[in-house]
């Protein structure tokens, strides 16, 4: 199976490929595509947004690809957190019919002062993230789920949850596609 990434991340891309590999034999194409949201997505509707089009454009370039898939993070207002949001991906599959599912992956806080910098200097967490660590490119490592947890998750790890929550539709299309079953 022909697996259409629409990133140019390799962290993503390998929970992409880690995931599906369980389940089936396949190839990534990994392709920078318009995500259609900011570079820094806030709030729950945004950040879906963003993974639902990384998906559809990624299978819209590559058509010969079975299915694309998207993975977009952002920050979550959520109550009674320290600085009021929380940090969380969401993976969207599409496929050639036009069908998209969704899955989420575990949510963390970031310390508030990331929080006001991003909001406030409109900045990307990655960009925060590399200043208050001195790591480059941290996004592309363990993440900050990797430098948060003391390196008991990585950013991979963490992506692959949302992704295999999205695929659960795909391992039973029968029961939440009836009508499109093969």
Known sequence: MLVAVGTSNPVKVRAVE????????????????????????????????????????????AKEAELGVGIEAGLIPVPWTISGYMDQQFAAIADQ???????????FEYPRSLVARV???GIEVGTAMDQLTG????????????????????????????????????????????????
Do not use: D
């Not at 369980?22 to 990994?30: D, H, I, K, Q």
């Not at 019919?97 to 949510?107: E, L, N």
């Not at 490119?137 to 990585?154: M, R």
């Open 97 to 107: 019919k036009g069908r998209v599912t969704i899955g989420g992956g575990p949510s």
């Open 18 to 61: 880690r995931v599906l590999s369980r389940f089936y034999e396949v190839s990534m194409l990994m392709m920078e595509v318009a995500s259609e949201v900011p570079p820094q997505p806030v709030g729950l509707e945004v950040t879906i947004r963003g993974a639902v089009s990384r998906a559809k454009n990624a299978l819209r370039t």
């Open 135 to 182: 790591i480059s490119e941290l996004g592309q490592k363990q993440g900050a789920i990797g430098y948060f947890s003391k390196g008991q998750l990585n950013r991979t790890e963490l992506t692959e949850y949302a992704v295999l929550m999205a695929l659960l539709p795909w391992l039973n299309e029968r029961l939440y596609f009836p009508e499109g079953t093969k």
């Open 119 to 121: 909001l406030g200097e």
